[in-house]
T-cell receptor
């Protein structure tokens, strides 16, 4: 079945630093790809998604591009803020209409 | 519009007991999925329902069951609770449960088994 490997955290950055969180997946076919974010004490929120190869998802300054040739969907942001501190989950779609989540990457941004 | 709602927020049970968790999807959404999130891990898929039919099931024992009602709300039941069932149980709704559909998550029910 489909699976995902996500960069392990925690990741600690200073404010305004560049962020990359790596995500690679294995899948039969070309699943939709999602990034979700979980702020402390809250539920999961969709951050961005891409549904086909070469699509770029973007939201709140975050971007990720669906790379079919490398089966990757790396999350990037040019300048992180303290408010971006959260746990980030990469999640390809599964064969049952479900999401397959990685272990999550905890990001801490220091002022 | 209201988001996905779940009840109760927190629950404490003892081993061997049974529990029922409830979920109301976003208005207009016909598919509901359930996930288990153990502390420090990513959510794991339990069930997906669409139009009251089970469409998918994850690798969970038969102690876990669910159903969806005509109004598209859903219940997750867990029998013979084990300590390892302690987790955050998340419900997500989507339009029709397709691969491309965004799943919108509720705040979860925190289950503690003593």
């Amino acid at each position: 079945g489909n699976s995902v490997t996500q960069m392990e955290g925690p990741v600690t950055l200073s404010e305004e630093a560049f962020l990359t969180i790596n995500c690679t997946y294995t899948a039969t076919g070309y699943p939709s790809l999602f990034w979700y974010v979980q702020y402390p004490g809250e539920g999961l929120q969709l951050l961005l998604k891409a549904t086909k190869a070469d699509d770029k998802g973007s939201n709140k300054g975050f971007e990720a591009t669906y790379r079919k040739e490398t089966t990757s969907f790396h999350l990037e942001k040019g300048s992180v803020q303290v408010s971006d501190s959260a746990v980030y989950f990469c999640a390809p779609g599964g064969s049952q209409g479900n999401l397959i989540f990685g272990k999550g990457t905890k990001l801490s941004v220091k002022p | 519009d209201a988001g996905v709602t779940q009840s109760p927020t927190h629950l404490i049970k003892t081993r061997g007991q049974q529990v029922t968790l409830r979920c109301s999807p976003i208005s207009g959404h016909k598919s509901v999925s359930w996930y288990q999130q153990v502390l420090g891990q990513g959510p794991q898929f339990i069930f997906q329902y669409y139009e009251k039919e089970e469409r998918g099931r994850g690798n969970f024992p038969d102690r876990f069951s669910a159903r969806q009602f005509p109004n598209y709300s859903s219940e997750l039941n867990v029998n013979a609770l084990l300590l390892g069932d302690s987790a955050l149980y998340l419900c997500a709704s989507s339009l029709v449960g397709r691969d491309t559909d965004t799943q919108y998550f509720g705040p979860g029910t925190r289950l503690t088994v003593l």
